[in-house]
């Protein structure tokens, strides 16, 4: 349990990497995937190329069909230095989208705390308001009345409007 507390953490902190960083790991990951194919093919081609040589009995020199060999055998390393890459990149980039993927869900946590707080203040104002509004209301209608009855004492009534709003 400590250490997923400790990744969070980890992840917490502010990250040097982005989701650019992500999209040219895909782009190396393709890069690599291409190479690992033309190598292969190459491979090939090298290999058919020699044995065309070595059964066709040209009068080639045997350097030339060595060198071929040993292009060939530089192809399958390079292919496999490739492949390799390739894995690594393709690791690489679902280690970054996981880690960003956290990281958005930390963000999203934390907001959805914010959203949630925010919530609770705005149910406090709308108790306090549905408390106290039609009590403050109807005060100041009472005390309105009173004002304008002090002030006609010959009429003593209250104005059309008074009355609708009372009841």
């Known amino acids: 349990m400590p250490t997923s507390t400790t ?3 980890f992840i917490d ?3 040097r990497v982005g989701y650019d960083n992500l999209s040219s790991l895909a782009s190396l990951d393709n890069k690599f995937l291409q190479a690992n194919t033309l190598l292969s093919h190459t491979e090939d081609v090298l290999k058919e190329l020699s044995s065309t ?3 066709e009995d040209l009068s080639i020199a045997p350097e030339t069909i060595n060198v071929l060999d040993n292009y060939r055998r530089r192809c399958v390393a390079h292919c496999r230095v490739a ?3 390739q894995q690594r990149a393709q690791t690489t980039a679902q ?3 996981n880690t960003l993927s956290f990281r958005d869900q930390i963000l999203a946590k934390q907001q959805n705390g914010n959203m ?3 919530n609770k203040s705005a149910v406090f104002l709308t108790t306090l308001t549905l408390l106290y509004l039609p009590a403050s209301f109807v005060a100041v209608s009472m005390e309105l009345a009173q004002y304008i009855s002090h002030c006609h004492p010959i009429t003593n009534q ?3 409007f008074l009355r609708y709003e009372l009841f």
Do not use: K, R, V, Y
């Open 7 to 9: 990744f969070a953490t």
């Open 13 to 15: 902190e502010p990250l």
């Open 53 to 55: 040589f070595i059964q």
């Open 83 to 85: 492949n390799l890459l």
């Open 95 to 97: 280690l970054l989208a």
């Open 116 to 118: 949630l707080q925010l």
């Open 158 to 160: 209250q104005p059309d």
